[in-house]
């Protein structure tokens, strides 16, 4: 009676989950510590996978605490890493672990770029492996017991959880073994299991009857509703069904015998004649159905030595009358067992390998807030740039501070020669060319990677419509066209920027051939910038006149304010605050982050007082550039006018302007640097991923076509029958051939429901000439056709193929003679000593079976003996 089913596990092939995990955390984490502690965590993900799942598991606890700690860190890092198809790409291969195979084609399997679905095997291997633990316990003592109602219910638990969630993990149609409806039976089966071990500690304990006869009931109920879930599917082995039909009566006669016992301590001796003997028919049908699955005789014996006592004491004693089955109350139920819920985590001993790595929620969130930062920052950044510029600008168009240092008018002014001697040390005017010939290289490099990473997506994407141009509705995988969309668009958008940064380019070598001249001038020494400057006559009276001081104080207050900026451009880059600790809080709290109202909000409160500055240097600088061109105006009217003062103002003001220009052009083209620079990591990180998602595709292509080349082979050839030889409708006429008069034997069972081969052709009738075999009246058997069939008979259900060989030694077709009343199509092909029983299932095709004397098979060519 103690026949328990166990689950069989799943098996996988082996996954480098190391070498993925480690790229994605050096694309996205910087170097450092911290990054190398997370590639270490990656390789023990990986060693602790081979250990789980790579190979075959002892039924001990120790293995099922190793399946259980891989379980909980793949639900730990699923929302840490995103694994997906066109992210981290890592192909989990399952097979399915109720399919034996077949010769040709071998076992089913599944793969898929799913967590969730490695997720869902590696749960349903927990359950399985639970079950087989507990079916080895030793249910003699209290322990053993104990042990196997907990795997039981934590197998049912599994398994239910599976059925509640696989669908939603895979997105798409699962093996059989991880269907709703399979694993729901297991789940079941599991729990009916866990009733029956309880059943036995309640006995074992010799608590009262009508506990025990409730509890045997509610495990009945338990195996019929099993038995009920599976009766008509094939998903689950053949042995499983005659299994939880025996359990089921089995339970059912253990509530019967106990409630016959409270029947007996009622005196209701009718009832407990009633109740053992429908117990004793329950363990009879028992017997005679399954005593190959199940032993039964103890509990029979018992119950029969009951039925026997109560019968014979009924008969000379009591005389009660015993009610019929249909009268008896119902046993009522006690279920003392529940599906253990799957709460992550599920083992004791589980340590996250990522602890110190923040959700990929909160990665997202700080990769928003870090845009936020930047953009306000370089927003502050370049309003107080182009004030700066625009302050320049002005200054270089009144020709200060240039005007009001020109005394002598026949010297170079001391603010064009500072700009002079600035200009020559950054290195004037080759460093301008330098930067703008290292441009096109630059450019040229990130197309480069751009296009190779395009051209890898679009020969894998070609691949893929032919194949399923090919092999149609068998082509069952995500089409790259879908697949590759976000990488398409992230590979337009670079392309994008590369064609705004190439007329920024351009428009920075249009402003420098219009400055060419003025800045080369700016870098030569100061004899020859004092030669190209025309003299004009001194204005010496003008230069203790209040407007020139007043101008002088304007200007100095102008170069505070920006040095005031410089400050502030340094204040604003420093800043730096780490938001991880306050989108960890608003997950654990609400459990999901608002990233924006959280942004905006800490970001006010950190850069708040730096804007508010930024505001405060523009408008005192539009206050200081209206009151410097109010006194330029009182400076102008009071300064003598001629054309060579003119002149020479002219081109100190051009001088002014070339220094601002070659200072910005510079500035721009080591920008434009840094951003080629930039752009290239960022490219070949996009080709990293474009390359690893095809690599992953192409292996998830070849595995596609191994299995498809499988099923193909398991397929059943359907040969066309050939048309019947002329010779064998010759005699008939064209009449129908008469029906045979012997049965056709029943064609046997086909078991599982794969294709099958095509059956073997039936064998040729050996002629007199070349077999003369004895009848039962001693003449020799004729070729000829039976009397009431013609030549012309049906043809065969199989396409037939040669005559068979007739040499000596080949089995079953000997050329000797027989026995008398010997016939040799009743042995068949396995010279078996009594004919094979056969049967059919409904609606199957006939199998064609050994044949009988006088069936009217067509007459095969002649071939004489050489």
Not at 224 to 250: M, N, R, S, W
Not at 724 to 752: D, F, H, I, L, N
Not at 804 to 831: A, F, L, R, V, W
């Amino acid at each position: 009676m103690a026949t328990f089913i166990s689950v069989q596990s799943k098996k996988t092939s082996e996954v480098d989950l190391a070498k993925p995990l480690c790229k994605f955390i050096q694309q996205t984490y910087p170097a450092g510590e911290a990054q190398n502690d997370h590639c270490r965590a990656a390789e023990e993900l990986n060693k602790l996978r081979k250990s789980a799942v790579g190979r075959p598991l002892d039924k001990h606890e120790s293995s099922l605490e190793t399946l259980m700690r891989y379980y909980d860190q793949l639900c730990s890092i699923e929302p840490k890493f995103p694994f997906s198809e066109n992210q981290i790409c890592v192909t989990f291969t399952w097979k399915d672990a109720f399919d034996k195979g077949s010769l040709f084609g071998g076992s089913v399997k599944l793969a898929l770029a799913s967590l969730g679905y490695e997720k869902t095997c590696v749960l349903f291997n927990c359950g399985a492996l639970a079950s087989q633990i507990a079916s080895e316990q030793n249910l003699d003592n209290d322990e053993g017991l104990k042990t196997a109602a907990k795997h039981y219910q934590f197998a049912s638990g599994a398994f239910q959880h599976i059925k509640e969630t696989v669908l939603s993990a895979l997105n798409r149609e699962p093996t059989v073994d991880i269907s709703p409806d399979t694993v729901g039976t297991l789940s079941l089966i599991m729990l009916a299991q866990a009733q029956e071990v309880f059943f036995l500690k309640a006995t074992r304990d010799k608590m009262k009857d009508a506990i025990i006869a409730k509890l045997a009931n509610q495990a009945a109920d338990y195996y019929g509703d099993a038995f009920k879930q599976c009766q008509y599917k094939d998903t689950l082995p053949k042995e499983v069904f005659p299994v939880l039909a025996a359990k089921h009566c089995i339970m059912q006669a253990n509530a019967e015998y106990h409630q016959s016992i409270l029947a007996k301590q009622q005196k209701k001796f009718g009832e407990e004649i009633g109740r053992l003997q429908h117990a004793s028919d329950l363990i009879k049908t028992v017997a005679s159905r399954y005593d190959e699955y199940v032993n039964v005789k103890d509990l029979s014996d018992k119950i029969n030595r009951a039925l026997t006592a109560a019968k014979k004491d009924n008969d000379f004693i009591y005389h009660d009358r015993v009610p019929d089955l249909k009268d008896l109350d119902p046993i009522g139920k006690a279920s003392l067992v529940k599906s253990t819920s799957v709460v992550v985590p599920i083992s004791q001993k589980f340590t996250d390998l990522f602890e110190k790595m923040v959700p990929l929620a909160v990665q997202q969130s700080l990769s928003l807030y870090n845009q936020r930062k930047a953009d306000l920052v370089n927003r502050s950044i370049a309003q107080m740039r182009e004030a700066t510029n625009l302050a320049n600008g002005v200054l270089a168009s009144l020709n200060l501070p240039a005007a009001i240092e020109d005394v002598s008018g026949d010297s170079v002014p001391q603010s064009i020669l500072q700009k002079s001697k600035s200009v020559i040390e950054q290195g004037g005017i080759q460093t301008i060319d330098q930067l703008i010939k290292d441009l096109p290289e630059l450019l040229q490099r990130n197309r480069e990677i751009l296009d190779e990473s395009l051209r890898l997506l679009s020969e894998e994407e070609a691949t893929d419509n032919d194949l399923r141009a090919k092999f149609k509705e068998r082509w069952q995988r995500t089409p790259s066209s879908e697949l590759y969309k976000p990488l398409r668009a992230e590979g337009a958008n670079v392309s994008n920027i590369l064609d705004k940064a190439i007329q920024a380019d351009g428009h920075v070598k249009e402003r420098y051939q219009t400055h060419r001249d003025t800045i080369s001038l700016l870098c030569k020494p100061e004899p020859e910038l004092n030669a190209a400057i025309p003299s004009a006559n001194p204005a010496k009276t003008l230069q203790g006149s209040e407007v020139v001081s007043v101008l002088r104080s304007l200007l100095a207050s102008l170069d505070e304010v920006k040095k005031e900026r410089e400050q502030l451009e340094n204040d604003l880059k420093s800043v730096n605050f780490d938001m991880t600790s306050k989108f960890l809080t608003a997950l654990a709290q609400d459990g999901a982050i608002n990233e924006e109202a959280i942004s905006v909000t800490e970001l006010d409160r950190i850069y708040g007082s730096l804007t508010h500055k930024v505001q405060e240097t523009l408008k005192k600088q539009d206050e200081l550039l209206k009151n410097i061109q109010n006194a330029h105006q009182e400076f102008s009217k009071m300064k003598q006018s001629n054309n060579e003062s003119n002149l020479r103002e002219e081109v100190l003001k051009n001088l002014a302007v070339a220094n601002d220009n070659f200072v910005e052009l510079v500035a721009n083209l080591k920008e434009g640097t840094k951003f080629y620079n930039e752009l290239t990591e960022i490219l070949l990180k996009f080709q990293n991923k474009c390359s690893d998602i095809v690599f992953a595709r192409k292996t998830e292509r070849d595995e596609l076509l191994k299995d498809l080349q499988q099923s193909i082979a398991r397929e059943p050839s359907a040969p066309s029958i050939p048309s019947q030889p002329a010779y064998q409708t010759a005699a008939a006429g064209g009449s129908k051939p008469a029906a045979s008069t012997t049965p056709t034997p029943a064609p046997r069972t086909m078991v599982s429901s794969k294709p099958q081969p095509p059956a073997r052709p039936p064998p040729p009738v050996i002629s007199t000439a070349s077999a003369p075999v004895s009848t039962a009246t001693g003449a020799t058997a004729s070729p000829a056709p039976l009397p009431g069939s013609s030549a012309a008979s049906t043809a065969p259900s199989q396409a037939q193929g040669p005559p068979y060989p007739t040499y000596p030694g080949y089995p079953g077709y000997c050329q000797m003679p027989m026995p008398m009343g010997y016939n040799p199509y009743t042995y068949g092909q396995y010279n078996l000593p009594y004919a094979p029983q056969m049967y059919q299932n409904p609606g199957q095709a006939p199998y064609p079976g050994p044949q009988q004397p006088g069936y009217p098979y067509p007459q095969q060519p002649y071939y004489p003996q050489q």
